[in-house]
Nanobody
Framework: QLQLVESGGGLVQPGGSLRLSCAASGFTLDNYAIGWFRQAPGKEREGVSCIRRSGTSINYLDSVKGRFTISRDNAKNAVYLQMNSLNPEDTAIYYC????????????????WGQGTQVTVSS
């Protein structure tokens, strides 16, 4: 069974940092592009960042550029999202997923979604 599991979320004060992890079971992550998405209450799920098989990456949201960094550790079969300078607008459930073909901010192009990890930015 192909499965992704997110972890690392939590409550953090504005300006703080978190590192989210996405671990895979049942398949090898380095064969796929892996993406991070988020969904805030009452809003649609949106693409945050994607890392290609080559290791190159793209951030889809202007609001996270310069603050969020996606990386992968193929030896650990994991992908990470380092989030710095967090603000309340970053509050959401964060999901990772496997690209069906290539990096895209269209949620329909992804599968093997994890259950998500809650990130709450509040003082």
């Amino acid at each position: 069974q192909l499965q992704l599991v997110e972890s690392g979320g939590g409550l953090v004060q504005p300006g703080g940092s978190l590192r989210l992890s996405c671990a895979a079971s049942g398949f090898t992550l380095d064969n796929y592009a892996i993406g991070w998405f988020r969904q805030a209450p009452g809003k649609e799920r949106e693409g945050v960042s994607c890392i290609r098989r080559s290791g190159t990456s793209i951030n889809y949201l202007d609001s996270v550029k310069g603050r969020f960094t996606i990386s992968r550790d193929n030896a650990k079969n994991a992908v990470y999202l380092q989030m710095n300078s967090l603000n309340p607008e970053d509050t959401a459930i964060y999901y990772c997923a496997k690209a069906n073909r290539f990096c895209s901010d269209d949620v329909n192009g992804w599968s093997s979604w994890g259950q998500g990890t809650q990130v709450t930015v509040s003082s």
